[in-house]
């Protein structure tokens, strides 16, 4: 799933999901709520140095229990979405 400036993965039991097939309605609350927040947070960053957007992996058992994962071109990029979420 792209959004403006970033990409989202979701991976659900081993699987990659595409959430436009996802039909039950507390998934997609769950779905929303993660990109409207890495939309206030994370849209329109990008590393200094290498001009690349971070990417971020929600995985888990189900949409109840994700975990996510930060990935990016470097690990400072990575530091600076980690710090921008947090603020």
């Known amino acids: 799933?792209?959004?403006?400036?970033f990409a989202i993965a979701f991976v659900i039991n081993g699987i990659q999901?595409?959430?436009s097939s996802i039909?039950?309605?507390?998934?997609l609350a769950r779905i929303e709520a993660?990109?409207?927040m890495l939309e206030g947070a994370a849209s329109n960053l990008l590393c200094?140095?290498?001009?690349?957007?971070?990417?971020f992996l929600f995985s888990g058992?189900?949409?109840?229990?994700?975990?996510?994962?930060i990935y990016g071109c470097c690990q400072g990029?990575?530091?600076?979405t980690k710090k921008r979420l947090a603020d």
């Open 61 to 69: 058992p189900n949409f109840d229990s994700l975990s996510m994962e």
């Open 17 to 19: 999901v595409d959430p």
């Open 34 to 36: 993660i990109v409207e």
């Open 1 to 5: 799933m792209d959004s403006p400036g």
């Open 48 to 55: 200094p140095d290498h001009s690349e957007p971070p990417r």
């Open 77 to 80: 990029l990575v530091d600076l």
């Open 23 to 27: 039909r039950d309605e507390d998934s």
